[in-house]
């Protein structure tokens, strides 16, 4: 099945500052890659994904990067606020029919105002 | 954006007794909805996939009369926690797939005395 891993498991930055998270996966098939960031105590939300069919995707501060050959996507957060504080979680599927998402296991962001 | 809805947010029971959690997809019809657990400060690890009007179908090291899970209608999924022990205590959370994206339930904390 697939195997996600992610990097770092916490990141703490200040205000202002760029925040790079990091996450491979192992099967070749997964086409299909969101990120999600979870409040504490609240429901993971869906912030932005990526498709196989494109490498970089860009949504105001944030960014997700996909490099297939070597099997690893990213997420950036420019200008980090206070508010970003979150645990974020990448995710890898095959999408369709068969869309069952792996999650990595999550890295706790803290931006120090 | 689609709504999920699980209650009872949070619960406290005697150890011995079961526990029912529903996930109720509340402006679209869910085929599929996913049941995962999150242990403090870790990732979502997907428990069952709860197909409608078929068996669920559990991950590897679930147990499946353990933890109950019904899907009678396009809208509804439960999770029956059976003879619950405290480490069972846990945060379980649903999700369901709409146009493609994952949207959660908002969870449910168990504590089980």
């Known amino acids: 099945g697939e195997n996600v891993e992610q990097h770092p498991s916490t990141l703490s930055v200040q205000e202002g500052d760029s925040a790079v998270i990091k996450c491979t996966y192992s099967?070749?098939?997964?086409?299909?890659f969101p990120w999600y960031k979870q409040e504490l105590g609240k429901r993971p939300q869906l912030i932005i994904d990526?498709?196989?069919?494109?490498g970089e995707k860009k949504d105001q501060r944030i960014a997700v990067t996909l490099n297939k050959t070597a099997k690893h996507f990213s997420l950036h957060i420019t200008e980090t606020q206070p508010e970003d504080s979150a645990v974020y979680f990448c995710?890898?599927?095959?999408?369709?029919?068969?869309?069952?998402?792996?999650f990595g296991r999550g890295t706790s962001l803290i931006v120090h105002p | 954006g689609a709504v999920v809805s699980q209650h009872p947010s949070r619960v406290i029971c005697k150890s011995g007794t079961s526990v029912k959690i529903e996930c109720r997809s509340l402006d679209f019809q869910a085929t599929t909805m996913f049941w995962y657990r999150q242990f403090p400060k870790q990732s979502l690890m997907l428990m069952a996939t709860s197909n409608e009007g078929s068996k669920a179908t559990y991950e590897q090291g679930v147990e499946k009369d353990k933890f109950l899970i019904n899907h009678a209608s396009l809208t509804l999924s439960t999770l029956t926690v059976t003879s619950a022990h405290p480490e069972d205590s846990s945060f379980y959370i649903c999700?369901?797939?709409?146009?493609?994206?994952?949207?959660f339930g908002e969870g449910s904390r168990l504590t089980v005395l």
């Open positions: 990526i498709r196989s069919n494109v």
């Open positions: 995710a890898a599927s095959r999408g369709g029919g068969s869309y069952i998402p792996t």
């Open positions: 999700s369901a797939l709409n146009t493609g994206e994952l949207f």
């Open positions: 099967d070749s098939a997964s086409n299909y």
